[in-house]
Nanobody
Framework: QVQLVESGGGLVQAGASLRLSCAASGLTFRNYVMGWFRQAPEKEREFVGAVTWSGGSTYYTDSVKGRFTISRDNAKNTIYLQMNTLKPEDTAVYYC??????????????????????WGQGTQVTVSS
């Protein structure tokens, strides 16, 4: 049974940093593309970023480029989302997601929720102004 468990969320002030983690189990982690999404109240779930199976390629939505960084540790079955210079508009529940794929770049489909098969339960990030 595949499980994705996010952690690291919290309440911070604007300009602060947070690092989210997502620990995976029940799958051959190194064979999976991993993504981060977020959902604010009354908004649709939106793509944040993703990383290929090898960690060799990442892709981010424009609003977080230069501030957020995704990395993965295949030995620990974990991905990370380092979030710097947080803004109030980053407030949301953050989810990690997984899909099998030995791809070398992030396709358009992998920037959409329907591109993923497995999801975590989410972790709340709140940024105060």
């Amino acid at each position: 049974q595949v499980q994705l468990v996010e952690s690291g969320g919290g309440l911070v002030q604007a300009g602060a940093s947070l690092r989210l983690s997502c620990a995976a189990s029940g799958l051959t982690f190194r064979n999976y593309v991993m993504g981060w999404f977020r959902q604010a109240p009354e908004k649709e779930r939106e793509f944040v970023g993703a990383v290929t199976w090898s960690g060799g390629s990442t892709y981010y939505t424009d609003s977080v480029k230069g501030r957020f960084t995704i990395s993965r540790d295949n030995a620990k079955n974990t991905i990370y989302l380092q979030m710097n210079t947080l803004k109030p508009e980053d407030t949301a529940v953050y989810y990690c997601a997984a899909v099998y794929g030995l791809v070398n770049f992030i396709t358009v489909r992998l920037t959409t929720p329907t591109g993923y098969d497995y999801w975590g339960q989410g972790t709340q990030v709140t940024v105060s102004s």
